[in-house]
Nanobody
Framework: QVQLVESGGGLVQSGGSLRLSCAAS????????MGWYRQAPGKQRELVAR???????NYADSVKGRFTISRDNAKNTVYLQMNSLKPEDTAVYYC????????WGQGTQVTVSS
């Protein structure tokens, strides 16, 4: 079992930055993959970024070069640094962990104003 708690969402102007954090209830060094999905109103949930054991990363094309995912095993936390934010980044962002099954956080709202 893994409980995930997100933080760091909020309201920011276009071009601004936010850093999301996802704190896990247990050590994450053995969790194969963690990352972030997002869901905008009226749209399907989409993968934003993920990071696997060995720190290999994958990003959605729409965020490449602007978002950076990282993990701090000592703090059992995964981060999503979001720079050059755009209004189309507005969504609820969900942290996930995959360890034999998917675990989800409760979501954090990110709103980017134009």
């Amino acid at each position: 079992q893994v409980q995930l708690v997100e933080s760091g969402g909020g309201l920011v102007q276009s071009g601004g930055s936010l850093r999301l954090s996802c704190a896990a209830s247990r050590r994450i060094f053995s969790i194969s993959t963690m990352g972030w999905y997002r869901q905008a109103p009226g749209k399907q949930r989409e993968l934003v970024a993920r990071i696997s054991i060995g720190d290999s990363t994958n990003y959605a094309d729409s965020v490449k070069g602007r978002f950076t995912i990282s993990r701090d095993n000592a703090k059992n936390t995964v981060y999503l640094q979001m720079n050059s934010l755009k209004p189309e980044d507005t969504a609820v962002y969900y942290c996930f962990a995959y360890s034999h099954q998917y675990y989800w956080g409760q979501g954090t709202q990110v709103t980017v104003s134009s």
